[in-house]
C-alpha cells in the first residue's frame, strides 16, 4: 500500500500543472498512453496508481495487466507512427524543392542521352501534326496572357501562373472566348492545381497531373502529367527532359495495362510535350515535340483535356464492377 502510495506521488508529481481532474475516468482512454511519453514519462506503475485513483471501475486493481499495458502502448505506438508519416510527408515536399532526384541507375541528363544514343528519344513530325490537330480556337476567358518571361523563376512566377489557369478547370466546365462570343466547353482531364505540393506517383510529385473526370483520384486515375520549369529560351536542357522522363516510367509501371501516355513540359511560355510508348513489359521508348510558344503550347493542352483520354493519351480505364 506505502509503495502504491508513493508511486502515486511521484505520478502527480511529474502531471506538474495538469489538473487531475482533467484526467479520463475510462481507464482505457487514450490519454492515457500520452503519459507514458515526454514531458510526462510515467513509468507503468506509476501509471497504474495514478489510474486506480482517479478511475472508478469495479474490480479496479492496484496493476495494469499486461491487455492493458500491451494496449496503452500500442496506442501510444500508433501516434509516434502517424506523426513520424506526417514528418516523412512533409520532409518530401520540401526536398522536391530543394535537390534534384538522381535516378536508379543515371543522372536526369544521363538518362536522356542514353536515351537519345540509343534511338529510344527522338522527334517526330507526326507527333508535332497529331498535337496540332487537337489544338482548339478557343481561350478560357479569365487566363492570364501575360506569359512568363525567360528570367521568371518556377516558384515564384511559372508554378502560380500554370496553377492558375488550371485553376479554371476543376469544377469540369470553363467559360470561353470563342469567335468574339462566350461559350461552355466541357473538360474531361480534370487538373490538380496544387499537386506540385502533393506526392501522388509513388515518391515522385509531378507539378501538373490531370485526372479521368471530377470524381477520381490516386496514380491509376491519373490521365497526363507534366513538370513546370523556371523561365528559359529554346529547349529545355536533358536535365528537365530526364526528370520528366524517369516519373513518367513510374507512372507507366503503375499503370501496367496502359501502353501510350502525353506528358509536356513547360515554363508557361515554352511547351514541349512527349509521348511515352510501351515496348514491352516495363521498357519505354519516347517522341517529343518540337517547342510551342505561348498561346499555341497551351491551346494545344486544352484540347488534350477536352479530348477522350482513352483514344488521345493512351489512358486505360479499369473498372471494376460494384467498386466506386
Given at each position: 500500500?506505502?509503495?502504491?502510495?508513493?508511486?502515486?506521488?511521484?505520478?502527480r508529481r511529474k502531471l506538474g500543472s495538469f489538473n487531475f481532474e482533467n484526467l479520463p475516468l475510462d481507464r482505457h482512454d487514450s490519454l492515457w498512453a500520452e503519459l507514458l511519453s515526454?514531458?510526462?514519462s510515467l513509468e507503468l506503475e506509476e501509471l497504474s496508481a495514478l489510474i486506480k485513483a482517479r478511475c472508478s471501475q469495479p474490480g479496479a486493481g492496484l496493476s495494469i495487466s499486461a491487455q492493458e499495458a500491451l494496449f496503452l502502448n500500442q496506442n501510444l505506438l500508433q501516434q509516434r507512427q502517424q506523426k513520424l508519416e506526417e514528418q516523412y510527408q512533409k520532409l518530401r515536399i520540401e526536398q522536391k524543392k530543394r535537390t534534384s532526384f538522381i535516378s536508379d541507375t543515371y543522372s536526369r541528363a544521363?538518362?536522356?542521352h542514353f536515351l537519345e544514343e540509343n534511338g529510344l528519344l527522338s522527334s517526330s513530325k507526326r507527333f508535332d501534326e497529331n498535337l496540332e490537330d487537337v489544338s482548339v480556337d478557343w481561350w478560357p476567358q479569365g487566363a492570364d496572357v501575360n506569359f512568363p518571361d525567360e528570367k521568371s523563376k518556377?516558384?515564384?512566377?511559372?508554378?502560380p501562373f500554370v496553377s492558375g489557369i488550371l485553376e479554371l478547370f476543376i469544377r469540369g466546365t470553363v467559360p470561353v472566348n470563342h469567335r468574339k462570343k462566350?461559350?461552355?466547353v466541357k473538360v474531361i482531364s480534370i487538373p490538380d492545381p496544387s499537386a506540385f505540393s502533393k506526392v501522388t506517383v509513388g515518391i515522385k510529385s509531378p507539378d501538373v497531373v490531370f485526372y479521368d473526370g471530377l470524381d477520381k483520384r490516386g496514380s491509376s486515375a491519373i490521365t497526363m502529367i507534366g513538370e513546370v520549369k523556371g523561365g528559359?529560351?529554346?529547349d529545355f536542357s536533358a536535365s528537365e527532359?530526364?526528370?520528366l522522363v524517369d516519373v513518367t516510367q513510374r507512372l507507366m509501371k503503375q499503370q501496367p495495362f496502359r501502353q501510350s501516355m502525353i506528358v509536356f513540359l513547360t515554363d508557361g511560355r515554352r511547351f514541349e510535350y512527349f509521348r511515352c510508348l510501351r515496348r514491352e513489359a516495363n521498357n519505354f521508348r519516347?517522341?517529343?515535340?518540337?517547342?510551342?510558344l505561348r498561346d499555341v503550347g497551351w491551346r494545344i493542352l486544352f484540347g488534350l483535356l477536352q479530348a477522350d483520354p482513352a483514344e488521345t493519351l493512351g489512358y486505360e480505364r479499369i473498372d471494376v464492377p460494384g467498386f466506386v
Open positions: 500500500q506505502k509503495m502504491a502510495e508513493d508511486k502515486l506521488v511521484e505520478a515526454p514531458p510526462y544521363e538518362t536522356i518556377e516558384y515564384e512566377c511559372c508554378q462566350i461559350k461552355q528559359g529560351s529554346g527532359k530526364g526528370q519516347f517522341h517529343h515535340s518540337a517547342i510551342f
